[in-house]
């Protein structure tokens, strides 16, 4: 939800949120199913169009509202911004949440081993990204849709008291860029 919230954001888009309680289930309720027939969410709603999930909701207003841009115009930078944007979905978030998922028990009930096993593979997706990311400012060139799929979970990340080290400066300097964009702290939802 929130890397949809900072593209509406970064595009200069105005939007209603309308939130569904994942705890209470409400995401199975007949009337969200109605809208996303499989449950998930975000989902948009744009002059009678329903798109769902994050990142083809956010490929949807890339193509309907392309300016600014956040996709490069260069098929191969488009390219690797997609890319990145599929590795932080399918690589870096399942492995945070052996983390993150394992946090949120009570003590008793935590996999230690599996957390640990969480933290060596994020320690080795960061050498990826520290990686990918020297010489330069975003992962595509300017600032993209991949740049935006890693906020959630590594605030995430964060929040949970945990820290992009020095061991990795490009990413870090990177984050520190994403963290003062204004769409960051817009995009986490009021309390």
């Known amino acids: 939800m929130r890397k949809t919230r900072i593209a509406l954001l970064e595009k200069g888009l105005q939007w209603e949120t309308t939130w569904v309680d994942l705890a209470k289930g409400e995401q199975r309720k007949p009337e969200y199913l109605a809208i996303n027939p499989v449950g998930k969410v975000p989902a948009l ?11 083809i909701i ?8 392309p300016k600014p841009p956040l996709l490069p115009a260069d098929p191969a930078m488009r390219a690797r911004a997609r890319s990145f944007e599929d590795y932080a979905d399918t690589y870096l978030a399942p492995s945070l949440f052996k983390i993150l998922g394992n946090l949120r028990k009570p003590e008793a009930e935590r996999d230690h081993d599996k957390i640990k096993e969480g933290e060596r593979e994020v320690r080795a997706h960061f050498v990826f990204l520290d990686r990918e990311l020297a010489g330069r400012q975003f992962f595509a060139g300017q600032l993209s849709l991949g740049d ?3 906020v959630p979970p ?13 061991e990795f400066p ?9 963290k003062a964009r204004p769409s960051f702290a817009a995009s986490w939802p009021p309390d």
Request: zero cysteines.
């Open 45 to 55: 709603i744009d002059d009678g169009v329903v798109v769902h999930d994050s990142t």
């Open 148 to 150: 935006i799929s890693f």
């Open 58 to 65: 956010n490929e949807y207003l890339e193509d309907k509202y």
């Open 170 to 178: 490009n990413l870090l300097a990177w984050w520190e860029r994403m």
């Open 154 to 166: 590594l605030a995430n990340y964060e929040r949970a008291g945990y820290k992009i080290g020095a």
